[in-house]
């Protein structure tokens, strides 16, 4: 039996993996620590330890009391700061004796950050849309003219690490826009983009030394409270739908390697559609599970268990198939302080009585 360290417990990212962890048949310890402690208190885990954020300077010293306290033999964490804080610190992790299951810092530090993710992929040549980087005012204006649709609008985002859609806007107004990247103080972080559909897949899979292990896509249908922004992206995914597509398949393998030429760990790649019907790759979630990863394990995908007992026991799960495994159509419901549901699509319309 091992011990594993999960951090940011209690919230959503963190929590399903938590909860698929627990699903596991050999017994292993999870404890947990996080930086909110109303979020502490609603976790899973057997204990649970208060960190400051990780880019806070006592992460790292607080991080290690607890290691040195309870001795883990696995640590993972779910968002990017905190992904990008482990990697650094892997060689002092290695030197105790705690393992991780990382891609290179190098790929990492590409990933987190999506504006140089965007010039990797555009050095690669893969379909994209163009990204500028917004260092000033006069970037803003020019971004309006080379990429405005034709109501003039223009998707804007913060390029360094951060979820929830950090500082996501569609406008059309230069004004707006300019008070929008003062409020972030994001002058040279801010990306702007062309406005691309509504319609988004992820395709989230685990490697190993270069070998894919598994990948399953997932089709999103809205984000919770998503009405309540400004952008409509809110990074809790309302509905998840299970989907199966070579071309979805191919762009996110070419998006993964050509930042990372022996994949190692976890990419969740995700991918928006154009006008014309292709997915554009616009981000990779590195060393992390999306929020809806509990939708895979409770449809019999236990990614985080395939992931640690790879970690841990060296232990190659045997799959029907690698590429989405999972039958399409299969829908995760969810929405606050109620608990999701795994549902068939075509069972939706069996419910719901229409006068």
């Known amino acids: 039996m091992a011990k594993i360290l999960i951090g940011g417990c209690g919230g959503t990212p963190s929590e399903g993996v938590v909860t698929s962890l627990l699903k596991c048949d050999k017994g292993d310890e999870i404890i947990g620590m996080g930086s909110e402690c109303f979020d502490l208190i609603l976790s899973n885990v057997k204990r649970k330890y208060l960190v400051p954020y990780a880019n806070h300077n006592n992460y790292k010293t607080e991080l290690f009391r607890i290691l040195e306290k309870e001795k883990p033999d696995f640590l993972h964490v779910q968002n990017d700061l905190e992904v990008l804080e482990i990697s650094k610190l892997r060689i002092d992790l290695d030197a105790i004796g705690v393992k991780t299951f990382m891609p290179s810092h190098e790929v990492i530090e590409t990933c987190v950050n999506k504006y140089k993710t965007y010039l990797a992929w555009e050095r690669s040549g893969l379909r994209v849309p163009r990204n500028i980087l917004i260092s000033k005012p006069g970037d803003l204006k020019n971004a309006f003219m080379e990429l405005g649709n034709k109501e003039g609008k223009i998707w ?10 950090k500082g996501a806007l569609p406008t059309a107004d230069f004004e707006f826009a300019k008070r929008w990247i003062d409020r972030f103080n994001g002058w040279g972080d801010f990306i702007a983009a062309p406005l691309l559909t509504a319609d988004t897949v992820t395709w989230l899979s685990i490697w190993f030394k270069g070998e894919l292990i598994v990948a399953q896509s997932r089709l999103r249908k809205g984000w919770v409270h998503g009405n309540r922004t400004l952008s409509g992206v809110t990074g809790v995914t309302k ?5 199966s597509s070579e071309m979805v398949n191919d762009v996110a393998r070419d998006a993964i390697f050509s930042i990372d030429s022996c994949p190692h760990g976890i990419y969740g790649v995700d991918m928006t559609y154009d006008s014309a019907g292709i997915p554009n ?6 060393s992390r599970f999306f929020t809806t990863i509990l939708f895979f394990t409770e449809a019999g995908l236990n990614m985080p268990k395939i992931f640690k007992d790879i970690a841990l026991y ?15 159509g299969l829908m995760w419901v969810r929405a606050m302080d109620t608990k999701p549901r795994l549902i068939k699509e075509d069972d939706i319309t069996a419910e719901i009585i229409s006068l």
């Open 314 to 328: 060296n232990e190659f799960p045997v799959l029907p198939k690698k590429v989405n495994p999972l039958p399409d």
């Open 281 to 286: 790759p616009t981000e990779i979630n590195i």
């Open 156 to 165: 804007l985002r913060a390029s360094s690490p951060g979820g929830g859609g």
């Open 239 to 243: 509905v998840g739908q299970t989907v």
